[in-house]
């Protein structure tokens, strides 16, 4: 008899770029209970991985873009799975998609937990010059993703290098 196809249970890793003058790390460490919504995202690849594979327990790479400097600055926890994003239907919301229906959710996001903040930020350059993490998705010219998936040994170099 042939076995049952399982979902996997175990931990993935990822990294999810914020502005930090939009929502920093510092914004996630001050929300009640160090935990928010990661809502507003409108590109179909990231949606599809917020709503199918990012999974509670799910450890994040918190990389801060458009800033200076560009880089990790800390980690977080996925704390809630996938669920429609609410800010899409909102007309008073930054992130209001008029094409979004309740009833058929387009957009989804995922609730995250603060876990620690760097001394310093793990930045590009290093990132660029580690054996490991030179290779991330995110070093990759052009790609302009909000959300990537990160291997354990890249997040394991990311920590490294930042000295946790």
Same mark, same amino acid.
């Given at each position: 008899m042939p076995k049952k196809k399982t979902e996997s249970t175990e931990r993935r890793y990822w990294l999810f770029k914020s502005e930090a003058d939009c929502f920093s790390i510092d914004d996630l460490k001050a929300a009640p209970k160090k935990t928010t919504f990661w809502d507003g995202v409108r590109n179909y690849q990231v949606r599809n991985m917020l709503r199918d594979d990012v999974k509670k327990g799910d450890l994040v790479l918190y990389y801060h873009s458009n800033s200076k400097p560009l880089g990790v600055v800390g980690t977080a926890e996925v704390v809630k799975e996938g669920y429609p994003d609410h800010t899409a239907y909102d007309p008073k919301e930054d992130? $209001? @998609? +008029? *094409?979004? &229906? +309740?009833? @058929? +959710?387009?957009?989804?996001? /995922? &609730?995250? *937990?603060?876990?620690? *903040? $760097? &001394?310093?930020? /793990?930045?590009? &350059?290093?990132?660029k010059d580690h054996p490991v993490t030179s290779g991330m998705m995110v070093m990759q010219k052009g790609s302009r993703l909000s959300i990537t998936p990160v291997t354990a040994e890249e997040f394991a170099a990311v920590e490294e290098l930042a000295g946790q």
């Open positions: 992130h $209001y @998609d +008029p *094409k979004s &229906d +309740p009833e @058929d +959710p387009r957009w989804f996001m /995922v &609730d995250v *937990k603060f876990r620690s *903040k $760097y &001394d310093e930020a /793990v930045t590009r &350059d290093m990132l």
